[in-house]
């Protein structure tokens, strides 16, 4: 079985993004955060595979959309550690466009991966939550346009329109 689950196009992208997170913690500089930064993106850069081989061996669709759910909270972690480096400045690389590169491959074949699932093989749970995917979009990544993401220059813009009094 594992071998099946290696063979998958997901499963081979979460071990690159692994391999890029753990080059990406050895090159961080001394800092008094870099322990906890290199936990975060370690960590959750080592959840991925796991859960992949944990949705993959189950037959029920709500056992393997909450290790989905999983999946995407931990590459969110882990991106937010690799930030976090570059903001206090110990990462002598930017290895944020590359991350996010490395990101968006495992993406696409995470939601190709996903279409495979048989929703009509759930058992149902006392808890309600209900799982549905949308095979209809094309999960293409659609950037906020200009008309939806006011110029915060504009004087007649609610673009962040804050000040002291607002909070």
């Not at 759910?69 to 931990?74: D, E, H, R, S, V």
């Not at 976090?84 to 991350?99: E, G, H, S, T």
Request: hydrophobic share 40%.
């Amino acid at each position: 079985m594992f071998d099946e689950i290696e063979k998958l196009p997901v499963y081979q992208k979460a071990r690159e993004i692994l391999i890029l997170a753990e080059h990406i913690c050895d090159s961080l500089k001394d800092d008094d955060q870099k322990e906890h930064i290199e936990h975060q993106i370690l960590s959750n850069a080592s959840v991925l595979g796991a859960k992949i081989a944990g949705a993959a061996g189950c037959e029920s669709y709500t056992l393997k959309m909450e290790n989905l759910l999983k999946i995407k909270f931990a590459v969110r972690e882990m991106f937010e550690g690799i930030l976090f480096a570059r903001l206090i400045k110990i990462n002598p690389n930017d290895y944020v466009q590359l991350m996010r590169d490395a990101i968006e491959e495992f993406r696409i074949e995470f939601v190709k991966w996903i279409r495979t699932f048989d929703p009509t093989g759930d058992l149902k749970d006392d808890w309600a939550i209900r799982y549905v995917v949308d095979r209809s979009d094309d999960y293409t990544v659609k950037m906020v346009s200009d008309e939806v993401n006011p110029d915060p220059d504009d004087s007649g813009s609610t673009w962040f329109d804050w000040d002291d009094d607002d909070l």
